[in-house]
Nanobody
Framework: QVQLVESGGGLVQAGGSLRLSCAASGRTSSRYTMGWFRQAPGKEREFVAAISWSGLSTSYADSVKGRFTIARDNAKNTVYLQMNSLKPEDTAVYYC???????????????????WGQGTQVTVSS
């Protein structure tokens, strides 16, 4: 089993920044793509960003491109999401997830991920 625990969420004013962390424990392996997703009230869970196991390849949703940065530290089994220039529409519960399959690829579909954290709330006030 793999456990993922997110932290770093909170309340911030529009234009501000937050840094989310996702710590993995259990039967972890660094050779998996990791992703961040978010879910706002009444909406489906949506893709935010993904990072390859090496950290050399990343992918972002158009809505966050240029504002958010995903990174990982495999020695610490931790994935990060740096969020800058936050907007009220970024308000959501943010989840990290581990891709089902080993190898290359930066999928954006939730079905491609099997282990999920419990989520951390991000609220951006206007």
């Amino acid at each position: 089993q793999v456990q993922l625990v997110e932290s770093g969420g909170g309340l911030v004013q529009a234009g501000g920044s937050l840094r989310l962390s996702c710590a993995a424990s259990g039967r972890t392996s660094s050779r998996y793509t990791m992703g961040w997703f978010r879910q706002a009230p009444g909406k489906e869970r949506e893709f935010v960003a993904a990072i390859s196991w090496s950290g050399l390849s990343t992918s972002y949703a158009d809505s966050v491109k240029g504002r958010f940065t995903i990174a990982r530290d495999n020695a610490k089994n931790t994935v990060y999401l740096q969020m800058n220039s936050l907007k009220p529409e970024d308000t959501a519960v943010y989840y990290c997830a581990r891709r089902k399959q080993l190898g290359y690829g930066l999928p954006s579909l939730t079905d491609e991920y099997d282990y999920w954290g419990q989520g951390t709330q991000v609220t951006v006030s206007s």
